[in-house]
């Protein structure tokens, strides 16, 4: 397993009693992790016992810090070094309501040179690709639509969590990924309109699987999942767990998707094992979720519904 992060960042998680807009705010206690999208999916899938490589570009004046995470975690490190700094963004986290607050920072310009490179390290994929998040300044929008093309080509299998111009552009083929998941808010702006409810949510999500992608999973939020196939539609909805932090909860999902392939799981417990380790991660700070058999036990509590 792969995954690639273009735009990475180190998240700092300031925590707050309450968020009061235009005060004075006194923090409880500050946390700094390496995050981005697929950072964050290549640490959950690490906590599964799954062999792992990142790739993407750091900055190298501050990589430590992912040195770190992947030293911990035993993912391969195949990530790029460009010069500068990688970005820091803000989650504020307002303990009395649960809600986090992002400020999220443009990040660095790469070069032609290191954006090449590192795309030779994504065609070193042999399974499943995950390309996700943000792009930095400069990188054409159709990057992941150019990778997911000579990716499948090789029969790899490309699971994509983009919004925007990146997905509009791999959205619009001629090659679809096998799997894509894009939040309530991604997919309405992907179909230029609101989607206010599961059934006009489902109708988008089955459009695109009949545009070519093997599994759509559109996360709601506390409203749980949908997972669709040109055979079947399913809705998993989340566990009551406590929660510590909501950042990297859908970044969680797109692991437990991927773990759920590889494995060659049937949709309804690959939809059960996604949910449950978002859910999961919902406990903890950071992208990670809290070991194998945790996962494995919300799991089993779990039920995937059929929907029309």
Same mark, same amino acid.
């Given at each position: 397993m792969l995954t690639l992060t273009l735009n990475p960042a180190i998240d700092a998680t300031v925590t707050l009693e309450a968020l009061r807009p235009g005060a004075v705010n006194t +923090?409880? /206690? &500050?946390?700094? /992790? +390496? +995050?981005?999208?697929?950072?964050n999916v290549a640490a959950c899938l690490a906590d599964w016992g799954a062999d792992v490589t990142a790739t993407g570009l750091l900055g190298a004046d501050n990589d430590s810090i992912f040195r770190s995470l992947f030293r911990e975690k035993l993912i391969a490190d195949r990530c790029i070094r460009i010069p500068g700094e990688t970005r820091t963004n803000i989650k504020i986290l307002d303990r009395t309501s649960g809600e986090t607050t992002d400020i999220n920072m443009p990040g660095l310009a790469p070069d032609a040179g290191a954006v090449e490179?590192?795309? +030779?390290?994504?065609?070193r994929a042999t399974d499943i690709a995950v390309l996700s998040g943000s792009l930095p300044r400069g990188v054409a929008p159709d990057i992941y639509a150019r990778l997911t093309a000579t990716l499948a080509a090789r029969g790899v299998r490309v699971v994509a969590d983009a919004s925007g111009g990146p997905l509009q552009a791999l959205l619009a083929g001629p090659v679809m990924p096998h799997a894509v998941k894009p939040n309530r808010h991604e997919l309405e702006g992907l179909v230029g309109h609101a989607l206010p409810d599961t059934a006009a949510l489902l109708a988008a999500a089955r459009r695109l699987v009949a545009q070519g992608v093997g599994l759509v999973v559109v996360s709601?939020? $506390?409203? $749980?999942?949908?997972?669709? &196939?040109a055979d079947a539609a399913l809705r998993v909805k989340p566990p009551s767990v406590p929660v510590t932090s909501s950042v990297g909860a859908g970044d969680a999902m797109v692991a437990g998707i991927v773990a759920g392939l590889a494995e060659k799981l049937p949709l309804p417990a690959l939809a059960c094992r996604a949910t449950a380790f978002a859910a999961g991660k919902l406990r903890k700070t950071g992208a990670q979720i809290p070991g194998r058999a945790a996962v494995e036990a919300i799991a089993a509590t779990l039920a995937a519904d059929p929907i029309d």
């Open positions: +923090a409880l /206690h &500050t946390e700094r /992790h +390496a +995050a981005g999208k697929g950072i490179s590192c795309i +030779a390290e994504v065609q709601m939020g $506390g409203e $749980g999942a949908l997972f669709v &196939t």
